[in-house]
T-cell receptor, first 112, second 112 residues
Framework: EAGVAQSPRYKIIEKRQSVAFWCNPI?????LYWYQQILGQGPKLLIQ????????DSQLPKDRFSAERLKGVDSTLKIQPAKLEDSAVYLC??????????FGPGTRLTVT | AQSVTQLGSHVSVSEGALVLLRCNYS??????LFWYVQYPNQGLQLLLK??????LVKGINGFEAEFKKSETSFHLTKPSAHMSDAAEYFC??????????FGAGTRLFVKA
């Protein structure tokens, strides 16, 4: 069974630029999550999708972050414009049920 | 809101020694509790979970954890550490029935 795929693995941008991350969940997993993991901290949920719909986006900075999940499968997370404090690893996860999430390898974003 | 506290950001043990990683949670309702492991440059992997039933939970790679309601704890143990156990470990709790809250993590070092 293929795991959660993410791309790119690494990205370096300057502040005020925009960036997008892509996630392909495990086939059949209805729930998809985006987490932000700042160095030295645990992952923080940014947004959770159930199929096409948003279950929770209470910690998503909506003035600069956006996410979509087309056709209930792939998802993209965008930051525009980026700030220095957005430097982090962005993790995508998927699950059949909330008790067992499968994580992708993450995208390491550096904002200079 | 629920929270998770992991005592000790770094733990160092000798190979073959007992591993004990501490986790305390705050919850007003019976919690669902998890331990995840993260190896360098990889996503998180579920080690074990407690949802209902037996309070001593066995996971992968010889790890186990015990849910103690009276102590609001879910400590992770392994009788004999191996070099390959060196990684970062995250305790997590489910909030609101669907949202996972992670602790800050504990980095485990294993000395030869």
């Amino acid at each position: 069974e293929a795991g959660v795929a993410q791309s790119p693995r690494y990205k370096i941008i300057e502040k005020r630029q925009s960036v997008a991350f892509w996630c392909n969940p495990i086939s059949g997993h209805a729930t998809l999550y985006w987490y932000q993991q700042i160095l030295g901290q645990g992952p923080k949920l940014l947004i959770q999708f159930q199929n096409n719909g948003v279950v929770d986006d209470s910690q998503l900075p909506k003035d600069r972050f956006s996410a979509e999940r087309l056709k209930g499968v792939d998802s993209t997370l965008k930051i525009q414009p980026a700030k220095l404090e957005d430097s982090a690893v962005y993790l995508c996860a998927s699950s059949l049920e909330v008790y067992e999430q499968y994580f992708g390898p993450g995208t390491r974003l550096t904002v200079t | 809101a629920q929270s998770v506290t992991q005592l000790g950001s770094h733990v160092s043990v000798s190979e073959g020694a007992l591993v004990l990683l501490r986790c305390n949670y705050s919850s007003s309702v019976p919690p669902y509790l998890f331990w995840y492991v993260q190896y360098p440059n990889q996503g998180l992997q579920l080690l074990l979970k407690y949802t209902t039933g037996a309070t001593l939970v066995k996971g992968i790679n010889g790890f186990e954890a015990e849910f103690k309601k009276s102590e609001t704890s879910f400590h992770l143990t392994k009788p004999s550490a191996h070099m390959s156990d060196a990684a970062e470990y995250f305790c997590a709790v489910i909030e609101g029935g669907f949202k996972t809250i992670f602790g800050a993590g504990t980095r485990l070092f294993v000395k030869a």
